[in-house]
């Protein structure tokens, strides 16, 4: 084999080597594309986001709120949350010692 041969085939494997182990090392690359703030907002998203309020029904006698389409009325559970009051438009929430409110996304209606 020529020199020339040899060294194409040297340069060759010294510039595959380094690639193909980069590849195998399992460690994913950083986006360059993705904002840097996604990151930390994504591991303080609220608990609460898993809860959707649905409707608040007012009476005379009693208070309900939907949640994800489940009728509860004050201490009523869903999931690990605890229904802790029920407003016009709000009502709040208990998660593993933490409260949250939860909006209506319209303005309510009231109907008699």
Known sequence: ??????????????ILVPL??????GASLPDPTRPSS????ESSVSPARRFQLDSILVGDQRRRAVINGISLAKGGQLGDA?????GMDRVLIEIGGQQYTLELD???SVRR
């Open 1 to 14: 084999m020529s020199e020339r041969l040899v060294s194409g085939i040297i340069a060759g494997l010294l």
């Open 20 to 25: 193909t182990c980069g590849a195998s090392s």
């Open 38 to 41: 996604v990151s930390t907002q």
């Open 82 to 86: 605890t229904l802790v009051r029920i």
């Open 106 to 108: 319209s303005a309510p």
